[in-house]
């Protein structure tokens, strides 16, 4: 599903550059979920970026779904992003004043999809995070954990080939993080290809394989036994 | 910009900000307010103004002659210059070219005139046929002086329509005899004058008989003519300024004045002092425009940094609708209708209650120099089209702002 060969990326800051990915190379097959680990400044975030078309490589390969991805405008990346991909962020990244049902579909929009589908749709993936009965209510009614569970909802829409989460329970009690990890490890066992950025153990641990990030190269990449969410919760 | 889905999201955010949305508007609204209020006037001075001139035709220049100031060739100074019917006679000759009407005139300013039992003081004018298109007068009924009435001196009058009104009651006047200081006079017509009342007030009789019955022989107290007109304003102007300037010196010759003397001879000449406040009126309304504009700008400056304000509130959601697949094309539609949206109803709004208050307020004002205070409907379309322009102006920047948001640093949590 992901190919990524000798993938660079160099942040020039005025005379100084910063090479933060020296040379990547790692393959996500469809189905895997994968965490990604390291300490801050490892460039896990940047690979996210590049994995996610918000940032560009300066060297290297990146082949999505047998797409190679380079040389994108806005408007190419902004297509290939609805299509491909679906985000987590670690502060959700709701739209505040928009209730859960339109923040679900709002992809769907983007992808031109008539209104009435895209009604149908957006409940649909909310009855799957289990919000049905809070698609009429604002962010700012939900609890932290709704909230991730409508950005998940909202990841899903679109039905992307990949999800990236970066740090999905970084803003959540370990109770509530658990509880997204299972609805993660759900949406994984449907067959999705879930990337997700952690620097917490115990998250890493509820994925299949662990990717570990130490300024710019992995330093090791190796499958887990997985741990399920359902035991903890 | 047909899409219902943009307009609800346009509407939730204005909503969701209603002080802002109405501050910012009442800014442009004012300043279109202003606008149409400012356009408004300068055509109501305008129409004033070009009233006032209508009393008489714009071309014409006049001859009055008063009393020397200097000595010139033994004569002494304070001396009366009276006009004859030979002094007009030259200049007519000399300029007979140019000339389109010309008429030369002997009054008496407070005559009594009665008809029955009714008397009243009215300005009693000997004058040519030509006279009535110098003074732009309608003839009401019956028919102006003409030429054998002037060859035959006749005894006839032309009667101003206040003169009507006071001395007739609402009888017809025609053929019926007034006295002039007790000589009968047959009223053969009633004339309207754009003056009004005070150029109402007056009766025309031939200048023939006028002299004859005042007494006075060959003297006239002024004379008047309109000059043909170059199709040319300026070069109309110029001409007639030339014909002033030559009409000035000959009288001066013929009644033997002093060349710098200003004060015992006045050429009146209408077409220079049209040309000045015409170009006044233009000046005036070159400013009004001027400050119109420029509160608009101010009103659009307004929407502009409001709109850069919204951008930079919203460059989160901006980042996210990237994230989700957003076209940067939709990012810049979603900003610059808005603000369209924002300048075009509110200024509408603005233009509606200017064009009100015109339309409310214009009547009332009674002055000889306002008249009539209105927006023409192509001048409201201009400036519908000016806030169109300029709310997508306004919008511009931000909305390039917006479409240059890169998500990645919009999405970075702090």
Redesign the interface.
């Given at each position: 599903m992901i190919q990524i060969k000798d993938l660079h990326k160099s942040y020039h800051m005025g005379s100084n550059s910063l090479h933060v990915l020296k040379g990547i190379n790692f393959d996500v097959k469809e189905g895997e979920l994968v965490s990604i680990m390291g300490s801050s400044g490892s460039g896990k975030s940047t690979l996210l970026?590049i994995l996610?078309m918000?940032?560009e490589a300066d060297e290297g390969e990146y082949i999505l779904d047998n797409v190679p991805i380079k040389n994108l405008n806005?408007?190419i990346a902004?297509?290939y992003?609805?299509?491909f991909l679906g985000?987590i962020?670690?502060?959700f990244?709701?739209?505040n004043?928009?209730s859960a049902l339109d923040n679900v579909s709002?992809?769907l929009?983007?992808?031109g999809v008539k209104?009435k589908e895209r009604t149908e749709r957006a409940m649909h993936y909310l009855e799957k995070v289990g919000l049905a009965q809070w698609s009429h209510h604002l962010p700012s009614e939900l609890s932290g954990g709704q909230k991730q569970r409508v950005a998940i909802a909202?990841a899903l829409a679109?039905d992307p080939k990949v999800l990236l989460a970066d740090e999905p329970t970084g803003a959540l009690d370990t109770k509530t993080s658990y509880e997204v990890m299972e609805l993660i490890q759900g949406i994984n066992d449907e067959g999705k290809t879930i990337l997700v950025v952690t620097h917490e153990h115990d998250i890493a641990q509820m994925t299949k394989r662990i990717v570990n990030l130490k300024d710019g190269i992995i330093i090791d990449d190796s499958k887990v036994e997985q741990v399920r969410a359902s035991a903890h919760v | 910009m047909f899409d219902i889905?943009r307009w609800q999201e346009i509407f939730?955010?204005l909503q969701?900000n209603k002080l802002r949305t109405f501050l910012t508007g009442l800014s442009v609204a004012s300043g279109i307010f202003i606008l149409v209020v400012l356009l408004g006037f300068s055509k109501g001075i305008e129409n004033g103004v070009k009233s006032q001139f209508e009393q008489d035709a714009t071309n014409r220049i006049s001859i009055r002659t008063g009393v020397t100031t200097k000595g010139y060739k033994g004569l002494n100074p304070g001396r009366y210059i009276q006009l004859k019917n030979s002094s007009f006679d030259a200049v007519e000759n000399k300029y007979d070219e140019y000339l389109e009407y010309r008429t030369r005139d002997y009054m008496i300013w407070g005559g009594t005139v009665s008809y029955n039992n009714e008397t009243g003081n009215y300005r009693v004018r000997g004058t040519l046929p030509d006279n009535q298109f110098i003074e732009n007068a309608d003839i009401g009924s019956g028919r102006f002086i003409n030429q054998s009435d002037v060859d035959e001196s006749k005894k006839v009058a032309v009667i101003g329509n206040k003169m009507k009104k006071d001395l007739f009651k609402g009888e017809d006047p025609i053929n019926k005899n007034v006295q002039v200081f007790g000589m009968n006079f047959k009223v053969v017509g009633v004339f309207y004058d754009p003056g009004g009342d005070r150029e109402e007030g007056q009766v025309y009789v031939p200048i023939t008989a006028a002299q004859k019955v005042f007494n006075a022989g060959e003297n006239i107290r002024n004379m008047a003519f309109t000059v043909k007109m170059a199709d040319n304003f300026d070069e109309a102007v110029a001409q007639s300024n030339a014909i002033a300037l030559g009409m000035e010196q000959q009288i001066k010759e013929i009644h033997t004045m002093a060349p710098d003397d200003i004060s015992a001879v006045r050429v009146n000449n209408t077409l220079e002092e049209a040309q000045k406040i015409y170009s006044l009126i233009a000046t005036i309304r070159a400013v009004f425009w001027f400050v119109g504009i420029g509160t608009i700008i101010a009103g659009i400056v307004g929407v502009g940094n409001i709109m850069l304000i919204i951008v930079k509130e919203r460059t989160?959601?901006i980042?996210?609708?990237?994230?989700?697949?957003?076209?940067?094309?939709?990012i810049v539609g979603m900003i610059l209708q808005e603000s369209v949206f924002v300048t075009l109803f509110a200024g509408l709004f603005g233009l509606i209650f200017g064009l009100g208050l015109l339309e409310l307020v214009g009547p009332q004002i009674e002055s000889d120099f306002i008249k009539y205070p209105q927006v023409d409907f192509n001048i409201a379309l201009t400036t519908v089209f000016l806030l169109v322009f300029a709310g997508a102006l306004a919008g511009f920047i931000p909305a390039y702002r917006a479409?240059m948001i890169?998500?990645?640093d919009a999405?970075r949590?702090e």
């Open positions: 970026n996610g918000l940032d806005e408007k902004a297509k992003r609805n299509e985000f962020f670690q502060s990244n709701l739209i004043y928009k709002m992809p929009y983007y992808k209104r909202r679109s | 889905e939730e955010t969701k989160k959601e980042g996210i609708r990237k994230a989700l697949g957003a076209l940067p094309m939709s479409a890169k998500p990645i999405l949590d």
